[in-house]
C-alpha cells in the first residue's frame, strides 16, 4: 500500500504543537534565536494520491461521525477492505475507531495495521531583513490500518 | 410650482379646439387661484349682461351642463367634469349656497341665449368632426373596433378610410424623420461595435476581459473601472467550493503596478523612509531582494511610521541578470490597489525627489497607452468583409483598444529624479494580473501553459523576421540554458499537488507558447497526475529550498519585449482561418517558429498563514502576463475548469483567509476613509427607501451608527477611559488585583441588571438631549430654536473633522502584536504548555507591561478575528463589547446559552421626527409669496434632513457606554464562515479597550467578548484571536 497523505479534505494537524516555536527543544541556543528572528509556520503534508477507500481520521471531526461513516463504507458492500490513516496526534483516534469497527462486527472484520514516518516541512519566516528564509524538516509517525472482510468460513 | 404650470398646459391643450367666445372656464381656472376672475368673466362674455355678477358664472356652468346632457357625446362629458372641477375650486366654502331656486334665472334674453348656443353647437360639431392624431378609431363604437384595424385600414368602414389614410400618412412620416439610428443589425456589425465599445471605455478603462465578463457578472463601476462584482448565476457556494477543492480564477489587472528604477542603494534608501522594520520584513530583505519571492507590507507617509499608513502593496524585485554586478540598476515592481494609487505615488515621488518633469527621453512614445494592431493583417484577413459595398469611400477600420483607454496619450507616465537617478513610471494596465485560488490552480496553470519551443537551427530564425525577439534571445547560450532549466521545473511543479506544499511567495520566470493552440475542444476539468514522480529527491529539493532566485528571471520585465509581444499578437480570426486550413479538422495548429512566445511571470500567492486552523487555505497562483494577450490565456484556463469570480469572491476569500481586505478594512487609510463614507451613504440611502415600519429602527436597539464604525469617537472615549481609571491601574501590581481594583462607574454598573443598566443609560442621554425634551412637551416648535439646533450640530461636526483626519492608526508593529495575541489566550492546559516553550522575548501580562503600551500607543485599534461559540453570525458593523462578570458566570453555569441581551432603548428623537414630518406636510398650505417664513422653513428642512426616524443624528457622543456593556471595537466585515462552519467576523477592537477587557478577565476565560448586531438586541459570545 502506498503511504498516502491527504490534506484537502481530511488533513491532520497535530494540534498538540505548539504555536510560533519549534517542537522538539531540541537545542535551547538555536531556538532562542529563532524565537527572535523568525517565525515558524507549518506547511501541510505532502497530498498524495487517494482512493475511494482511503480514510483520513483528523481531530476536528466528530469522533462518532467518522465511525459512522467508516462503518457505512463496509456496510455499503463496495469495498472489501478500507484503510484508515491517522498522522500525529490523530493515531489514537484511527486506532480506536479501527477497533471499534471490530468490536462491533462480531468477528467479521479483520485489522491489519501499518507505520510510517512521514516528512513534514515548516518553514521559517524571517522577521528581520537579514534573515533569510529557512526551511526545516521533521519526522512524524503515521498509522494506517486496514479494514477488511474476513472470508466466512 | 410645476404642479400648476402642468395644469395650464393641460388647459390649453383642452381649449385648444373652442370657439373664441366660450372662455367663462378660464375665468374659473383663473378664479380658482388667485380669486381676481369674475369681474374679468364678465366682462368678456356676452351672454351674462342680465345676471349678477355671482350668477353670471354659476349660469353659465349650470347651462353647460344642461347641453351636456342633452347631447350625451363622451366629448360633452369630459368638458363638463373639467369644468365642474375649475368651480368648485371657486367656490370654495359657500358651496351648498348654489343649490336649489336661487340659481334659476327669473328670465333669459332670447337673442343672446340663441347666440350663445349657436356658437356652442358650432364648436362641438367641430370637434366631433376633425379626429385628431389617433382618434380616428375612437369615432367609431367599441363593438366595431377591431385590432387590426389599426394597421390595415381597409378594415375599417369606408367613410372612415379617407381620414385613417391621411392620419397613418402624417404618423409614418414623422416616423421617417426621427429614425436616425441604423438596425440592429447594421450596430452589431464588426466596426460599429468597435467603434461603440471604445467610445464606452474613455471613461473607465475596461479590463481585456470585458465583454467576457459583462455577459457573465453584475458590472459596477468603480477606482475608474468596470469590474464584474459577481456572477449572474447563483455561485456562492460553488465559488467557494471552488476555492476550497478545484480552482477559482480572477482577473486582477486592475491593480495598477509603479515600476522603480535606480540603484539599489538608491532605492532601498529612498524606500526606507515609506516603510519600517518595526512591522515586519520591507522591501530590503534578502530573500525578496533576490527577486526569489514576492514580498508583502504596508506603506506609511514619508517618516510617520506609526501613524498616516497609505495602504498594503506587494512587491517584486527583478533579479540580476548578472550575480556580480551590484552597482548596476535594479527594477522594482509595486503592485497596489487602484484606490491606493494616486496617494502612493505622489509619496513615491516625494521621496525618490522625482518632480513632475515630463522626460524628454523615448519614453512618452515607447509606453504609448494605446497600441494598434497592425492594420494590414486585418485587411488580409478579412476576405468575407464587404469592404467595398461603399465605393470609393475607404473604410478606415477601427482600432482595439488595449491598455488604458481613459488616459491622454499626452499625459506623462514617466518621472526622472535629477539627484539620484531614481525613474518611476507607472504600468497601470500594461501587464495583466490573473489570479487563480484553490489547490487545483497548480494543474489548471502547468496544463493550461506550455514552455515555449526552441527553434532548432540558425535557417528558420532567418526566415522569420517578426518573432525577432525569441529567436535573438535563443542565441544567448545562457539564457537559453535558463529557460531549459525553467521548464524542467515547470515539468517538475505538475507532480506537485496543491500550491500550499511549495514556500510562500516564490516566483518563476516563464517563456510560453500561446496557449490557444492546444485548447481542449471542449471544457476539462484539470485533475492532478499524481502518479509517483521519477525524481522524488529533486521535488523535495524543490519543496525545500524553492525555486531558484535565477530562474525568476523573465523577459516580461524589458518594455522593450513586451511591446513586441504586444503588437505581434496573432488575431483570433487569423488563427481560426490558419485552423479551417488544417488537413485534418480538430488537429493541433501547428505554426511551428511562427508561434508567439509569451514572456510570462508566476508568482506563488501564500493562503492563509497566521493561526492554527486551515493553514494553507486559499493558496494559489498569479499568472502576469503582458497586456494584449488577456482573453488567449483567460479561456484556455477557463477551459482547465477554472470558476470565475468577481470582486464578492476576492473579499470573500481575504475573510476566510482572516486578512483586512483593502479598501474595507484600513480606516486608517485614506482610500479606506472614502471608502467607508461611500458605504455609508449608499446604506443610508438603501435604509431611506424603505419606509420606518419596514425597517429597524437603531435608536430601539442601542445602535448609534449602523452603516459605520466610529473608529475616531472609540479610541478617544477609551483614552479618556482609561485615563480616568488609570491611577488605580497603576497602584495595582498584579493581574489579580488588577482585576478587582479597577473600578470604573461605567464598568461597575455594567453587567448588574437590565433596569439597571437602562436606568443609567437614560440618565446618560439626559445632558445630550434637553433642547429636545423642551420641544417634546410644547407642540409648536419654533424655526428659532431649529436654527439654534442646527447649528449647535454643525459646531460639533466641525470640532470634530480636523481630529477625525487621523489621530486614528492600526497597530501592525509585530513584536507587539505577538505578545497581545499570546495574552488574548485562554490560560487553559493547552495555553500552559505554551508557556513553558515562552522564551524570555515574551512578557507575562502584568500591570506595568499594559501600562508602558497604554503609554506608548494610546489611539491604536487592532485587528482581530473573532469566531462565534455558538449561534449567530455578525454582519458589518456589528458591536464588540466587554462581557460582564455575570456573562461569564453564565456561560460557566450554562454552556448553551445564546448570551444576554440588551434592554431596548428609548427613542428620544421620534416625537421629534413626528413634529417634523407634520411640518412638512403643513408646507405646501403656506403662500409662497411670504418670503421671510420661506426662508426660515427651508432652513428647517436642511436641519430635518440628519433626522431619520430610527437613525441617531450624526453627532454622536458616548459610543463606548451607550448600551448595558462596554464596546470596545466594530466588526467591519462578518459572515457565517463556510471554512469554519460558524459566525466569524473580522474587524478592530481599540487597544486600550482590549488590554482593560484582558485585564480584568479571569485567566481561563480571556479573549471573551460579545458581538452584538446592529439590528438585533442579542449579544453572542465570541472568541478573540489575535493572529500574526
Known amino acids: 500500500m502506498s503511504l498516502s497523505l491527504s490534506s484537502s479534505s481530511l488533513y491532520i494537524l497535530p494540534v498538540s504543537m505548539a ?120 519526522n512524524n509517525s503515521a498509522i494506517h490500518i486496514k479494514v477488511f472482510h474476513t472470508l466466512p468460513q | 410650482m410645476s404642479g400648476v404650470s402642468r395644469k395650464e398646459k393641460k388647459y390649453a391643450k383642452l381649449m385648444r379646439n373652442q370657439p373664441s367666445n366660450i372662455t367663462f372656464s378660464s375665468t374659473d381656472q383663473m378664479a380658482g387661484r388667485s380669486g381676481m376672475g369674475p369681474s374679468e368673466s364678465q366682462a368678456t362674455n356676452p351672454r351674462c349682461g342680465s345676471f349678477t355678477s355671482l350668477q353670471g358664472v354659476t349660469g353659465g356652468h349650470v347651462q353647460q351642463q344642461q347641453v351636456g346632457s342633452a347631447q350625451p357625446s363622451s366629448y360633452g362629458d369630459h368638458r363638463r367634469s373639467s369644468y365642474r372641477g375649475g368651480f368648485r375650486g371657486y367656490r370654495g366654502n359657500s358651496r351648498g349656497s348654489c343649490h336649489g331656486y336661487s340659481q334659476i334665472p327669473k328670465s333669459i334674453t332670447a337673442t343672446a341665449f340663441a347666440q350663445a348656443r349657436a356658437a356652442e353647437i358650432n364648436a362641438m360639431i367641430k370637434a366631433v368632426s376633425h379626429k385628431s392624431g389617433s382618434q380616428f378609431l375612437q369615432s367609431l363604437p367599441p363593438t366595431m373596433r377591431r385590432r387590426a384595424m389599426s394597421h390595415n385600414i381597409k378594415r375599417l368602414p369606408r367613410r372612415l378610410q379617407e381620414i385613417a389614410k391621411k392620419e397613418v400618412e402624417k404618423v409614418s412620416q414623422l416616423k421617417k424623420e426621427q429614425s436616425k439610428s441604423k438596425s440592429r443589425k447594421a450596430r452589431r456589425r464588426h466596426g460599429s461595435l468597435l467603434m461603440e465599445f471604445n467610445r464606452r471605455q474613455r471613461k473607465n478603462i475596461w479590463l481585456e476581459t470585458h465583454i467576457w465578463h459583462a455577459k457573465r457578472f453584475h458590472m459596477v463601476k468603480k477606482w475608474g473601472y468596470c469590474l464584474g462584482n459577481k456572477p449572474t448565476t447563483k455561485s456562492y457556494r460553488a465559488c467557494y467550493r471552488s476555492m476550497t477543492k478545484q480552482c477559482l480564477l480572477q482577473d486582477l489587472s486592475y491593480y495598477c503596478c509603479l515600476e522603480l528604477n535606480g540603484t539599489e542603494n538608491n532605492l532601498l534608501k529612498a524606500l526606507a523612509r515609506l ?134 496619450p499626452s499625459t506623462t507616465v514617466v518621472w526622472t529624479s535629477l539627484t539620484n537617478g531614481i525613474t ?161 479538422p480538430g488537429t493541433r495548429l501547428d505554426l511551428g517558429s511562427q508561434e508567439s512566445k509569451i514572456p510570462i511571470l508566476l508568482v506563488h500567492q501564500p493562503g492563509k498563514m497566521a493561526g492554527q486552523e486551515h493553514t494553507g487555505w486559499g493558496s494559489g497562483w498569479d499568472i502576469l502576463i ?52 461611500e458605504t455609508k451613504k449608499e446604506l443610508i440611502d438603501k435604509y431611506n427607501k424603505y419606509p420606518p415600519a419596514k425597517r429597524p429602527n437603531y435608536i430601539h436597539y442601542g445602535t448609534m451608527t449602523p452603516f459605520r464604525c466610529p473608529w475616531q469617537q472609540l479610541v478617544e472615549e477609551w483614552e479618556a477611559h482609561i485615563q480616568a481609571g488609570d491611577l488605580k491601574l497603576a497602584v495595582s501590581g498584579k493581574e489579580q488585583e488588577l ?102 522575548a515574551q512578557v507575562p501580562l502584568a500591570a506595568d507591561a499594559v501600562k508602558s503600551i497604554i503609554g506608548s500607543y494610546p489611539r491604536f485599534l487592532i485587528w482581530v478575528r473573532l469566531s462565534l461559540l455558538k449561534k449567530g453570525s455578525p454582519i458589518a458593523n456589528a458591536t464588540i463589547c466587554v462581557p460582564s462578570k455575570e456573562d461569564l458566570q453564565l456561560l460557566v453555569s450554562d454552556p448553551n446559552c445564546p448570551g444576554p441581551q440588551e434592554s431596548k432603548h428609548r427613542d428620544p428623537f421620534k416625537q421629534k421626527c413626528k413634529a417634523l414630518k407634520n411640518k412638512k406636510r403643513a408646507l405646501p ?66 487597544l486600550l479597550g482590549l488590554l482593560h477587557m484582558i485585564s480584568n478577565q479571569p485567566p481561563n476565560h480571556r479573549g471573551l467578548a460579545l458581538v452584538r448586531n446592529p439590528a438585533s438586541l442579542q449579544y453572542r459570545f465570541a472568541k478573540i484571536n489575535i493572529e500574526v
Not at chain 2, 529 to 548: A, F, H, T, V
Not at chain 2, 627 to 650: C, D, H, N, S, T
Not at chain 2, 777 to 787: A, F, G, K, Y
Open chain 1, 19 to 138: 504555536e510560533n516555536q519549534p517542537t522538539a527543544p531540541a537545542s535551547e541556543g538555536a531556538m532562542d534565536m529563532d524565537q527572535v528572528e523568525y517565525t515558524l509556520r507549518k506547511r501541510l503534508p505532502r497530498k498524495l494520491p487517494k482512493r475511494k477507500n482511503d480514510i483520513y481520521v483528523n481531530m476536528k471531526t466528530d469522533f462518532k461521525a467518522q465511525l459512522a461513516r467508516c462503518q457505512k463504507m463496509l456496510d455499503s458492500g463496495c469495498f472489501s477492505e478500507i484503510c484508515i490513516h491517522g498522522l500525529g496526534l490523530a493515531i489514537n483516534r484511527a486506532i480506536n475507531i479501527a477497533l471499534q469497527l471490530q468490536g462491533g462486527s462480531f468477528g467479521s472484520l479483520q485489522i491489519a495495521a501499518n507505520t510510517s514516518t512521514v516528512e513534514l516541512v515548516d518553514d521559517l519566516e524571517p522577521e528581520l531583513d537579514e534573515g533569510e528564509p529557512l526551511t526545516r524538516t521533521r
Open chain 2, 275 to 408: 516603510t519600517s522594520v518595526d512591522a515586519g520584513t520591507t522591501f530590503a530583505s534578502v530573500a525578496c531582494l533576490s527577486g526569489k519571492c514576492q514580498g508583502s507590507l504596508v506603506l506609511y507617509k514619508a517618516d510617520q511610521y506609526p501613524e498616516k499608513p497609505l495602504g498594503p502593496v506587494t512587491f517584486l524585485w527583478r533579479p540580476k541578470t548578472q550575480p556580480d554586478s551590484s552597482s548596476g540598476n535594479r527594477q522594482l515592481w509595486i503592485w497596489m490597489h487602484p484606490a491606493l494609487k494616486m496617494d502612493l505615488l505622489t509619496e513615491l515621488q516625494l521621496v525618490c525627489q522625482c518632480l513632475d518633469v515630463p522626460v524628454p527621453e523615448p519614453a512618452p512614445n515607447e509606453c504609448k497607452t494605446i497600441t494598434y494592431v497592425p492594420e494590414k493583417q486585418t485587411e488580409v484577413v478579412g476576405l468575407k468583409r464587404k469592404q467595398q459595398d461603399k465605393a470609393g469611400e475607404v473604410v478606415i477600420p477601427e482600432k482595439k483598444i488595449i491598455g488604458n483607454g481613459t488616459r491622454d
Open chain 2, 424 to 584: 518611476i513610471e507607472d504600468l497601470t494596465m500594461e501587464i495583466l494580473r490573473y489570479r487563480l485560488i484553490g489547490p487545483l490552480s497548480h494543474c489548471v496553470i502547468f496544463e493550461a501553459i506550455q514552455a515555449a519551443d526552441v527553434p532548432k537551427n540558425s535557417e528558420e530564425r532567418e526566415e522569420t523576421k517578426m518573432y525577432c525577439w525569441w529567436s535573438e534571445y535563443c542565441t544567448q547560450p545562457e539564457k537559453m540554458s535558463l529557460h531549459n532549466h525553467q521548464r524542467d521545473i515547470l515539468q517538475l511543479l505538475l507532480g506537485v499537488a496543491s500550491p500550499a506544499e511549495i514556500s510562500a511567495g516564490t516566483v518563476l520566470g516563464l517563456t510560453v507558447g500561446d496557449p490557444r493552440l492546444n485548447m481542449p475542444r471542449n471544457r476539462t476539468t484539470a485533475i492532478p497526475d499524481l502518479s509517483q514522480p521519477e525524481d522524488l529527491e529533486k521535488l523535495r529539493d524543490l519543496c525545500l529550498n524553492g525555486i531558484g532566485a535565477e530562474y525568476a528571471q523573465s523577459q516580461i520585465w524589458d518594455r522593450n519585449v513586451r511591446n513586441v509581444v504586444t503588437e505581434t499578437k496573432i488575431s483570433e480570426q487569423k488563427l481560426n482561418q490558419m485552423r479551417s486550413k488544417l488537413l485534418v
Open chain 2, 626 to 677: 503582458p497586456k494584449g494577450w488577456g482573453m488567449a490565456f483567460w479561456i484556455p484556463l477557463i477551459y482547465r475548469g477554472a470558476r470565475v469570480g468577481g470582486l464578492q469572491e476576492g473579499a470573500k476569500h481575504t475573510q476566510y483567509k482572516g486578512l483586512p481586505h483593502f479598501p474595507d478594512d484600513f480606516p486608517d487609510c485614506p482610500a479606506g476613509i472614502q471608502h467607508s463614507v
Open chain 2, 739 to 840: 482585576k478587582f481594583e479597577v473600578q470604573n462607574p461605567n464598568y461597575k454598573h455594567a453587567g448588574v441588571h437590565e433596569n439597571k443598566a437602562s436606568e443609567e443609560m437614560s440618565n446618560k442621554e439626559k445632558p445630550s438631549e434637553p433642547d429636545e425634551e423642551m420641544e417634546e412637551d410644547s407642540e409648536s416648535v419654533t424655526i428659532l430654536e431649529r436654527n439654534t439646533g442646527c447649528k449647535n450640530g454643525k459646531n460639533v461636526i466641525t470640532q470634530d473633522t480636523p481630529a477625525e483626519s487621523g489621530h486614528v492608526s492600526v497597530l501592525r508593529s509585530r513584536k507587539l502584536l505577538k505578545q497581545i495575541s499570546m495574552w488574548c489566550r485562554p490560560s487553559s492546559s493547552r495555553g500552559q504548555q505554551t508557556q513553558r516553550y515562552r522564551g524570555p
Open chain 2, 925 to 990: 398650505k403656506v403662500p409662497e409669496t411670504t418670503t421671510a417664513a420661506d426662508l426660515g422653513i427651508t432652513s428647517v428642512s436642511g436641519c430635518g434632513v440628519n433626522l431619520v426616524q430610527g437613525l441617531w443624528p450624526d453627532q454622536i457622543r458616548n459610543v463606548i457606554s451607550h448600551c448595558s456593556r462596554l464596546a470596545i471595537g466594530y466588526v467591519s466585515q462578518g459572515d457565517f464562515s463556510l471554512t469554519v462552519g460558524c459566525g466569524e467576523a473580522l474587524g478592530f477592537v481599540s
